[in-house]
C-alpha cells in the first residue's frame, strides 16, 4: 500500500491549492529533501501548526500530539524508550498506561517502527503523529540532539514550546500522603529552567518602494507568454505584507509606465536581499527590467537567450525553482559580466496566470543564501505574479 500523501489531503480539504503543494514539493526535491512537506509549508507560512497537525491525524487515523503534550512527558516514560532508537525512528514515548505505551511519531503509519516500539519497551505501542519541528524539539531538550541545519530558522517561527506545569508530574509508585490541616506544605524541589529557542528579530518593513534603475525601451512592453508549466506560483491573493498592501489599494491610481509597475515588484522583494533583479520573458530571451544592487548601467544589456544554457532556462522549462550553488556552465555570460560570480542565488518563476512572464533573481552578494530565504522569496515571487496579473487583467478592459 503506497503511503499516506499529505499534500493531496491539503488539496483536498480547500487548505491549499495545487500550486502551493507542487511549489513547495518542488522545493523539497531540488534543495531540502531531508526536510519534510510539512516543515516546508510552515517555514513559507502557508499553514498553520493546529491545522497541519489536524491534517496529519486525519491522514494516519491516530491522536494528534502537540508540542506541549510533548514538553511536559514524564522523563522515567521518555526513557523508556532509548535515545538512539528514538532518533532512528522518529519518534518519543509521552505517556503510559497499565497495558501500552502512548508514543508520537512522525509517520505512525510504519507498522515496522510500532512493532520494534513494541519489542524495544515490553508494552502495546499506541501510535499517535506530531510534527517533524516539534519531535525535533522535544529530542532536543530530553536527548540533546542538535537541530538539523536546514531547520534552525524556522522552529522561532512557531510558538516556542514551553514546559508550564503548576504542579509536579504525579509519581507512578504509591500516591503521596495527605498533609493534616493546618500544616505548612512541604516545599517543591526548583523546577528545571524550560527549554526555549530564542525569538529571532524580525526586521521592520521598508518606508517605501526602491526605485529602479533605467528600464528596456518602452516598445518593448508586453511580455512574451510561455507554456504554462506543471509548477506554478502561490495563488494570487492579497498580500500579507502592509508594504505592499498600497498596490491593491483602489484609492490610488493605477500605475501607468512599466517602470512603475517594475518599482511596485521589486518592492515586494524583502531589504534583506542586497541584490534583486527581476527579468522580463520577451522575445526569446529573458531581459533585465528592474533592479536592485546593479549600479549604474543599462539592464537590456542583460540579455540571456531562451536557448543558450542557464539556470534561468532550467527555471523556466522546468517550472521550479532554483536556490543555492549554480553550476559555472549554467551561470549566463550577460550576468558574469555584470556580476562576476557564479554566486549562491535564488531564482523563482513568475506566473501570472498564463505560464511564466518574469524570473525573479536574488542573492546576498556572495554570502551564503539561508533556509528562511526561500519562504521570503516565495511570498514575493506570488506577490509579483498577482500584481502582474492585476495589471494583466485591467489591461484587458
Request: proline letters at 13%; charged letters at 20%; one cysteine or more.
Amino acid at each position: 500500500m503506497p503511503p499516506p500523501r499529505l499534500g493531496e489531503r491539503l488539496v483536498a480539504e480547500g487548505l491549499l491549492s495545487p500550486a502551493a503543494i507542487s511549489r513547495a514539493l518542488g522545493f523539497q526535491k531540488l534543495a531540502a529533501p531531508r526536510v519534510k512537506l510539512g516543515s516546508i509549508l510552515l517555514t513559507w507560512d502557508l499553514i498553520d501548526e493546529a491545522s497541519l497537525l489536524q491534517a496529519l491525524a486525519a491522514l494516519h487515523r491516530c491522536e494528534a500530539v502537540t508540542g506541549e503534550m510533548l514538553a511536559t512527558a514524564p522523563l522515567d516514560i521518555v526513557r523508556l524508550l532509548p535515545a538512539s532508537h528514538a532518533v532512528r525512528l522518529n519518534a518519543i514515548a509521552y505517556g503510559l498506561t497499565p497495558s501500552r505505551i502512548r508514543v508520537a511519531f512522525v509517520n505512525p503509519s510504519d507498522l515496522g517502527a510500532i512493532d520494534e516500539v513494541a519489542a524495544l519497551t515490553g508494552h502495546a505501542c499506541q501510535p499517535g503523529v506530531v510534527t517533524e519541528l516539534r519531535l525535533l524539539q522535544a529530542h532536543r531538550r530530553f536527548f540533546g540532539r542538535a537541530m538539523p541545519f536546514e531547520l534552525r530558522p524556522v522552529v522561532p517561527r512557531l510558538e516556542p514550546t514551553r514546559a508550564t506545569r503548576t504542579e509536579p508530574v504525579a509519581p507512578t509508585s504509591p500516591a503521596r500522603a495527605a498533609i493534616p490541616a493546618g500544616s505548612a506544605p512541604a516545599p517543591r524541589p526548583p523546577e528545571p529552567a524550560p527549554f526555549s529557542i530564542p525569538e529571532i528579530p524580525i526586521p521592520p518593513a521598508p518606508p517605501g518602494p526602491v526605485s529602479a534603475p533605467a528600464r528596456p525601451p518602452e516598445a518593448d512592453r508586453s511580455p512574451a507568454r510561455a507554456a504554462a508549466p506543471h509548477w506554478l506560483p502561490l495563488s494570487p491573493d492579497r498580500p500579507t505584507s502592509d508594504f505592499v498592501l498600497g498596490m491593491w489599494s483602489s484609492a490610488i491610481p493605477r500605475p501607468a509606465t512599466e517602470e512603475e509597475i517594475g518599482d511596485l515588484a521589486l518592492a515586494c522583494v524583502p531589504l534583506d536581499f542586497p541584490r534583486a533583479i527581476l527579468f522580463a520573458d520577451r522575445q526569446g530571451a529573458f531581459v533585465g527590467w528592474t533592479a536592485r544592487g546593479l549600479g549604474p548601467g543599462d539592464l537590456s544589456a542583460l540579455r540571456v537567450p531562451h536557448g543558450d544554457p542557464s539556470v534561468l532556462r532550467v527555471v523556466r522549462e522546468s517550472g521550479a525553482p532554483h536556490f543555492g550553488r549554480v553550476d559555472q556552465e549554467l551561470w549566463p555570460e550577460a550576468l558574469a559580466r555584470r556580476l562576476d560570480g557564479p554566486h549562491p542565488c535564488a531564482v523563482f518563476p513568475v506566473d501570472a496566470g498564463h505560464g511564466v512572464a518574469a524570473l525573479l533573481y536574488a542573492d546576498r552578494r556572495g554570502a551564503p543564501m539561508r533556509f528562511e530565504d526561500t519562504g521570503l522569496l516565495a511570498r514575493a515571487a506570488a506577490q509579483i505574479a498577482a500584481l502582474l496579473a492585476r495589471e494583466s487583467r485591467a489591461e484587458g478592459h
